[in-house]
């Protein structure tokens, strides 16, 4: 089958879908998007969250052909998304200094520094929250969603918020560290 | 960060911003916020192939028959190979004995064993091709357990052993066995007022790394194959490849892919040799990726132990023996076992001065899943055995727990059951009185002016209680680890460094084998060559076999024995780099000749500060290469009789604080603060020091109070192959987890640093289960706890 769908903002159009793909293969393996992962296929891990519409979901667990017509964002378009949400609905340019800033760095095709992040994105980096990161793009999708509808959780909102996405390696604790400096970074206005 | 004792050897440029020391930032952090960083199971080739395992669903059985015909009649099928396919002789393969089949020959020997591969151009035809192999099994009894293993009739599970350890073993279905005796036990026994013994059981616990087993061979025109791998140790999975592929090494390439967390478990090979095979069959590239229910079949586990343990005490408090045995369940092939036992029985004391011993780790074969490296590795089921020991006595003498343990802490100078002098620090007793002496947090902080606040409570959001029955508890632990391969392994690392000029920049380039699992290797090995080039830009090579061997990154040695290969190499270097400095400059100023030099901040400066030339000058039109190989102090073998011998490189030392609330009427235990304190001679990053203990430390939390595989007695089949059943700790079950990091430096090492990923992974599991003990006043004997346990049904 054909599915349609936006995905990052773009329209896709996906062919020859099987019908038990889910919407996770069709984003990795058909879309050339595989920053979202796949470690349990049961929707236990969250390592694949997307938005769907704008809703947090597994994509291990939505049929391909459910997403028909509806708006998905990964953590390929995080970035993009939490910039775009910063503007509002009206019009947003580049602000100058990311401009100059981005000018400055350029963007290093092996580290992929000077590659413009959301806020929670640059908290995960300093705040020690990735190690193998293989949970990070869900807990990124995760987070950005929380800090979006909550933008001063108490610890237990941060907990219960990201309690449906497993990491084995940081013991959490750092992730916390994150969620907390995006916030604080939010509510300061940097 | 507290920093005590001796200071640590920086040799030269400590100056250079970005160095050791700093919390420099992961060098692959932006592609893994952004979802570009490659792993394993996100390689992609034009015209790949999709593999699949067909696995054995029994234990233990001979095989009748395999019919292929089906599979390879299903449209999009490539290939389907079994045992008959294997191109050469050598058909098995194994860490250290070679007693695993490729693919089974015969019979299986466990659940979920590998007998037949699959390519096909979809996942899901591969699937489906797969379940269209009929294997005719004759089941044959199982053997779960020593007392079955060891049965006048039992069935060998393997027969017509010639390793090296079967002239010393009792039983043909005992791998190995380690024995260490000193001093005398009946003696010191004699002078004990108190004796306690315990019997413990560890259950299997799963590495559960999120990036499951998965990699790409792509088929080279010479005949060769190229492996894209997530891996602990890309030559050490070379060796084992190569043979079976009937390839010389030179035409395996191999290159690591991105790593989804280790933790042990890609110690062992997995579908490395399965995506050779069958690239090289179809002439295309093949992708293989496990799901999380085949995962849990496709790699060793966390060995479940029996552990039987009497110590004595004298009055006072001082410890007067130890006799104890570890039976560790090794399943149906060898894989580390070995290793573990030697690790079991050498550390089976903790870190504490015991000088008459009776020791004995055994492990077996059975038709269990297969158990070998996890982090902590024989070290972790010890110490949940000598703790609760520790608490017993303490308890029978009256005494306060950890006051009785700085009592018989080891120091620096004790010697060891194996006779070896422990020659670095080990603050035992300071690490103990630092965890003891953090704020404990506040009682019923659950409690609020709206009532309860349920997320705080034992049972969260299932509201089973808002605070009836919840009793809170306080335990204490600490452990024993060593750090680097053992028993006389030669545990070596290379590192080739380069340095040159780009941009007009003096540039390094650093290119290891080194398997990057998530512990920040990567970004360690760029701190100490900016701390010894004394250069900013430092560029890693992607790790692969085109430069000797890094050794594993298990045993909490990468940062030690890499870190130490690097630091080498950059000394070499940085040699060569001056020596071009005094041809081309060394008449311009005579500090060139009579100076102490320094490369620091991108210029070579004298000891007294002054500069003599920008590194780029030096530099100009000239490139510095380094490959060299790297060696910790040699080890040797414990005596096979006595277990005598100066067997281990370091030791790394840990101690935790639990408290916990415990819902008595529900069994249901709410973890409320794990606090860790331990010494890592140097931290070279400390945010990556701190992460690793908070990661060891939930690793723990978590064979306390839920992990386990279960593996059913009568089947030997795994009942729990996923994460709905088993169950790893969530962001909920997981606590504060605060740290108290100790420097002080072992001047054997680089930069007098302690290997320190696994020790935090020993003391958090007793330190849980003293805590619940002391909420409960129950003895548990056993981990995970279940609620069952706690209130009897």
């Not at chain 2, 899943?369 to 520790?390: D, I, K, L, N, W």
């Not at chain 2, 290469?625 to 414990?638: G, N, S």
Request: net charge negative; charged share 20%.
């Amino acid at each position: 089958m054909r599915v349609n769908f936006t995905v990052n903002g773009r329209p896709q159009e996906a062919d020859d879908v099987w019908e038990g793909e889910s919407l996770l293969y069709v984003l990795r393996e058909r879309l050339g998007l595989p920053g979202s992962k796949n470690a349990c296929e049961q929707g236990e891990c969250g390592s694949c969250t997307v938005r769907l519409d704008g809703v947090p979901v597994c994509s291990c667990l939505v049929a391909a052909g459910q997403a028909e017509g509806r708006d998905v964002v990964t953590v390929e378009g995080l970035a993009d998304y939490a910039r775009q949400r910063a503007c509002g609905t009206g019009s947003c340019g580049t602000p100058l200094d990311e401009a100059k800033g981005w000018q400055a760095k350029g963007t290093d095709s092996q580290t992929g520094e000077g590659t413009g992040l959301s806020p929670i994105q640059q908290a995960f980096i300093d705040a020690g929250a990735v190690q193998c990161g293989f949970c990070t793009p869900g807990l990124l999708v995760a987070s950005d969603e929380l800090l979006e509808r909550n933008a001063n959780p108490t610890d237990a909102d941060i907990r219960e918020a990201l309690s449906g996405n497993l990491c084995r390696c940081t013991g959490y604790e750092k992730i916390m560290d994150a969620v907390r400096l995006a916030a604080a970074r939010q509510s300061e206005g940097v | 960060m507290p920093a005590n004792g001796a200071p640590t050897k920086i040799t030269q440029g400590s100056k250079t911003r970005g160095g050791i020391g700093e919390s420099t930032l992961r060098p692959d952090g932006t592609l893994k916020v952004t979802g570009e960083f490659a792993y394993s199971s996100d390689m992609w080739h034009e015209d790949m192939l999709w593999g699949q395992i067909l696995r054995s669903t029994v234990a233990h059985a001979e095989i009748v028959s395999i019919d292929t015909s089906e599979a390879l009649a299903l449209p999009g099928v490539y290939a389907v190979m079994t045992y008959d396919d294997l191109p050469t002789e050598v058909k098995n393969y194994g860490l250290e004995i070679q007693d695993t089949p490729v693919l089974a020959h015969g019979k299986v020997r466990h659940h979920g064993e590998p007998v037949a591969i699959v390519a096909a151009d979809h996942p899901e035809t591969a699937r489906r091709a797969a379940a269209k192999i009929k294997v005719d099994y004759r089941e044959l009894p199982v053997i779960t357990d020593e007392k079955s293993a060891l049965a006048p009739d039992a069935i060998l599970v393997h027969e017509g052993r010639d390793d090296h350890h079967i002239g010393h073993v009792p039983h043909p279905n005992i791998v190995h066995r380690q024995p260490i005796v000193r001093g005398n036990v009946e003696e010191a026994r004699a002078r004990a007022d108190v004796i306690v013994e315990g019997e413990y059981t560890f259950g299997m616990q799963d590495q559960a790394f999120l990036g499951p087993e998965s990699g790409l061979a792509v088929p080279e025109e010479d005949g060769g194959v190229h492996l894209y791998i997530a891996t602990q140790w890309l030559h050490s999975d070379l060796r084992q490849i190569a043979p079976v592929l009937g390839l010389p090494e030179e035409k395996v390439r191999m290159t690591l892919a991105g790593v989804g967390g280790a933790f042990g478990g890609r110690e062992d090979l997995s579908m490395q040799i399965h995506a050779c095979l069958l690239a090289l069959r179809t002439g295309k590239p093949v992708k293989i990726v496990y799901n999380r229910f085949e995962s849990f079949f496709g790699h060793v586990h966390r060995h479940p132990a029996k552990l039987y343990y009497e110590h004595g005490a004298t009055k006072d408090g001082k410890l007067t023996h130890l006799k104890c045995r570890i039976v560790l369940d090794g399943g149906a092939y060898a894989s580390a076992s070995p290793a573990v036992v030697g690790n079991a029985s050498s550390l089976s004391v903790g870190p504490y001065v015991v000088d008459d011993v009776d020791i004995e780790a055994v492990a077996l074969y059975t038709n269990n899943p297969p158990c070998g490296a996890m982090r902590g590795f024989g070290a972790v089921q010890a110490c949940f055995a000598y703790e609760a020991q520790m608490d017993k006595l303490a308890k029978k003498l009256g005494m306060d727990p950890v006051e009785f343990r700085q009592l018989n802490a080891m120091e620096q100078g004790t010697i060891m059951p194996t006779g070896q002098p422990v020659d670095s620090p080990a603050p035992v007793a300071e690490l103990l009185r630092r965890v003891k002496a953090m704020p404990l947090p506040p009682e019923r902080q659950w409690e609020s002016s709206e009532g309860a606040d349920v997320r705080q409570l034992p049972g969260g959001l299932s509201n089973t209680t808002h605070g009836e029955g919840v009793v809170r508890g306080i335990g204490y632990a600490v452990g024993i680890k060593n750090v680097g391969f053992s028993e006389g392994f030669d545990d070596y690392s290379t590192a080739k460094v380069r340095m040159e000029v780009v941009g007009g920049e003096a540039v390094a380039t650093v290119h290891t084998a080194m398997a990057e699992v998530g512990q920040g290797g990567v970004t360690v090995h760029a701190q100490i060559a900016r701390t010894e080039l004394g250069v900013s830009r430092v560029t890693i090579h992607p790790a692969d076999t085109q430069v000797g061997s890094a050794g594993s990154t298990s045993a909490s040695r990468q940062t030690y024995v890499t870190g130490g290969a690097v630091k080498n190499a950059c000394e070499l270097v940085r040699e060569k780099v001056l020596e071009i400095g005094r041809r081309k400059l060394g008449s311009y100023h005579p500090a060139w000749a009579t100076a102490e030099l320094l490369l620091e901040g991108g210029k070579v400066v004298t000891d007294g500060g002054e500069v003599l030339a920008d590194l780029a000058d030096v530099l100009e039109g000239e490139a510095v290469e380094v490959e060299e190989e790297w060696r910790h102090r040699p080890t040797e073998p414990f005596d096979l009789r006595t277990g005598q011998g100066h067997g281990h490189v370091q030791y790394s030392f840990a101690a935790h604080r639990a408290v916990v609330e415990v819902d008595t009427e529900l069994g249901l235990v709410k973890v409320i603060e794990l606090a860790c304190a331990q010494d890592v001679g140097k931290a070279l990053n400390p945010l990556s020091v701190i992460g690793q203990i908070q990661g060891g430390t939930t690793q723990g939390l978590g064979v306390a109070v839920m992990e386990e595989i279960i593996v059913d007695p009568k089947t030997a089949k795994v009942r729990n192959p996923s994460f709905t059943d088993y169950l790893i700790p969530t962001i909920l079950d997981t606590p504060t987890i605060p740290v108290d990091v100790l420097e002080l430096a072992d001047d054997h090492a680089p930069y007098g640093l302690r290997g320190i990923g696994e020790a935090p992974t020993l003391s958090s599991t007793p330190a849980v289960l003293a805590a619940i003990r002391n909420a409960t006043g129950l003895e548990l004997n056993r981990t995970p706890v279940r609620p069952e346990h706690l209130t009897g049904t």
